[in-house]
C-alpha cells in the first residue's frame, strides 16, 4: 500500500500564496505520476497539475501561470506552489498518485485525505 501525507493548506488572502507538500510513503515500487486534485463545495473534483517520472508538467488553464508543481524522487515527495491565488482555488485539495508497488505490480492511484485551502476576498 502508499499512505500519502500532504501538508500546507490553509486560510489566504487574495493574492497571496501557499505551498502543499505531499509525501508518499510504503511499499512503492514505482512512480509514474504524482499529482494534485480539487474539490470545491458542490462540484465535481477536477484535476489541478501533474508531473511525470520525467519531469513533465501538466497544468489545468484554470490555474497556469500561477501554480507550480514540482516533486523530490529522492523523498517520493510533490509540491504545489500556488501564487496569486483567488477566491474561486478554494477548495479541498488531494494529492494523487499514480504507483506500482512490491504487492501490486499493476498501476494504481492512491489519494491523499485532503487539505483545506481557502481564499478570502
Known amino acids: 500500500q502508499v499512505q500519502l501525507v500532504e501538508s500546507g493548506g490553509g486560510l489566504v488572502q487574495a493574492g497571496g500564496s501557499l505551498r502543499l507538500s505531499c509525501a508518499a510513503s510504503?511499499?512503492?515500487?514505482?512512480?509514474?505520476?504524482m499529482g494534485w486534485y480539487r474539490q470545491a463545495l458542490g462540484k465535481q473534483r477536477e484535476l489541478v497539475a501533474t508531473?511525470?517520472?520525467?519531469?513533465?508538467?501538466y497544468y489545468a488553464n484554470s490555474v497556469k501561470g500561477r501554480f507550480t508543481i514540482s516533486r523530490d524522487k529522492a523523498k517520493n515527495t510533490v509540491f504545489l506552489q500556488m501564487n496569486s491565488l483567488k477566491p474561486e482555488d478554494t477548495a479541498v485539495y488531494y494529492c494523487?498518485?499514480?504507483?506500482?508497488?512490491?504487492?501490486?505490480?499493476?498501476?494504481?492511484?492512491?489519494w491523499g485525505q485532503g487539505t483545506q485551502v481557502t481564499v478570502s476576498s
Open positions: 494523487n498518485v499514480l504507483s506500482t508497488t512490491y504487492t501490486r505490480p499493476d498501476p494504481w492511484d492512491y
Open positions: 508531473i511525470t517520472s520525467d519531469g513533465s508538467a
Open positions: 510504503g511499499s512503492i515500487f514505482s512512480i509514474y505520476r
